[in-house]
Each structure stands twice: as C-alpha cells, then as structure tokens.
C-alpha cells in the first residue's frame, strides 16, 4: 500500500529515519563514499527538509519511501529508500510510477544517484529517465544527474 506521509509528525518520520539509514548505508557501500548526507539525518533534520513523503506499506510496515520537491512544472526526487530487507522486491519501481502518476501538470522529472549505484540507475533508466552528466561532488566520487520528460 502507498500513501502520502505526514512527515513533520515525529513517529512518520522517526519511521523514515528507521529505514533510510540502513538503505543508505548500502549506497555508500556501493559507491565507496561514507559521508552521504543522508546518513547524517535525525527526525528533526527529516521534518524540515520540506520534501512530500510517500511510503510503501508491506504487512503494516513501512518498507520504502520516497521524497521530492515540486517547483512549478519539474518534480525534483530527493530520496528512494527501500529497507534491505525488501530490496528486488519492485518497491522503488511502484514509488516512482505513482509519484510520477499523482502529480499533475508535470514538463518533467529529475533525479540524482550516485554514479557507481547501478541498481539505482538501472531503475531511473528503466523508468524514462534519460542521462544527463555525471558530476564529481567530492574528491572521487560522481552522481549521475537523470531528467525524464513527462
């Protein structure tokens, strides 16, 4: 099940929190880059970053996430997270189709990851979403910049 989050209430949050971590953790794995912000996020830090959350519910836990930011015509995603424990399961694939289904008016979709997550490339690519340039932003370490038109 999906639905949209209440991300400034402490508990939806503090549930984000509780699986993006280990999500993360395996992209820095991935990429061989530890110091990936969104492993330093806490509840408040996820309350005011002023993204729309929805989550995937799988047995009434929360399983995956994802965020973004709408500037008027551009969908800009800001976070996919599956828990691990349900990685290769379509969860990321579901968030982004109804993301993208849900908001209306779109000119188009854009995204980042980090150039060594193939899995996550895979997915934005599979979806639409074309390869715009890969950007070095920190010492050895590249993200690949997607835009898809809607």
Known sequence: MIRRMEIQNEAEAAEVLRIQIPSYQVEAELIGFADLPPLKDTVASLQ????????????????GAISYKREEDVLDIHRMIVHPAHFRKGI????????????????????ATGAKNEPAKTLYLRHGFEVLQDQEVAPGVCITLFEKTV
């Open 48 to 63: 005011a970053c002023g993204e729309t959350f929805y989550g995937y519910w799988v047995d009434g836990e929360l399983a």
């Open 92 to 111: 990321a694939s579901q968030l982004v189709q109804y993301v993208l289904g849900q908001e209306q008016g779109l000119e188009k979709a854009i995204v």
